[in-house]
């Protein structure tokens, strides 16, 4: 054992609601991130950031979203990675339709996008809940699935099926190599997060 929790009290809610309450846990998170933010970009190869840490990073993100529904509400949801694909093709289509605007307005937008697909499948499924709540959103999972095989105005009528976007910007700085990446979506996540709960 590294460490006690006798002594470390919280005196608010919001310290006792918080994601480490424990002092220690506070301390090693925040190395973590240290560690991720200052040491990794410059350690780590073209390979590891593009296949590796980058959709370890966008997963994240995910089961943050995942997070809210299953841990904060209790209700078992499997149609998290169809969401997530409308939202991910909703950017890409909005940035390959308006190349000139920043990809933080197009996130935006794909997040009210996303929302109004959310709501097209939750509206039929506010009564239920338990088992017919995660069959009723794996049958989102699926047809989102679906849709985005067979429908090749998602990807442009792109010949391999995959969709690809250059010449991305931020903030007004550019997002093109694996490192550029892997640190925007590092940020991105940082922001997520909301230190404002640990």
């Not at 550019?174 to 640190?183: E, G």
Request: glycine share 8%; with cysteine.
């Amino acid at each position: 054992m590294l460490y006690r929790e006798s002594g470390d009290f919280s005196e608010t809610y919001k310290a006792d609601s918080q994601t480490f309450p424990i002092k220690f846990d506070r301390y090693r998170y925040y190395a973590v991130l240290a560690f991720a933010f200052l040491v990794i970009p410059f350690i780590i190869n073209d390979y590891w950031a593009n296949a590796v840490l980058v959709p370890f990073l966008i997963y994240a993100i995910a089961a943050i979203g995942l997070n809210i529904l299953v841990g904060y509400c209790g209700q078992v949801s499997l149609g998290t990675g169809g969401f997530m694909a409308v939202g991910a093709y909703a950017c890409y289509k909005l940035m390959t339709a308006f190349p000139e605007v920043s990809i933080m307005i197009h996130v935006v937008i794909s997040g009210g996008i996303t929302a109004a697909v959310v709501t097209v499948f939750g509206l039929p499924s506010l009564r239920i809940k338990g088992f017919y709540l995660a069959v009723a959103t794996l049958a989102a999972q699926f047809f989102c699935d679906w849709a985005f095989l067979r429908i090749n105005w998602f990807t442009n009528n792109s010949a391999s099926g995959t969709a690809s976007v250059s010449n991305l910007t931020a903030f007004g700085f550019d997002i093109v190599t694996p490192m550029q990446k892997y640190i925007f979506c590092f940020i991105y996540i940082l922001w997520k997060i909301k230190s404002g709960l640990l």
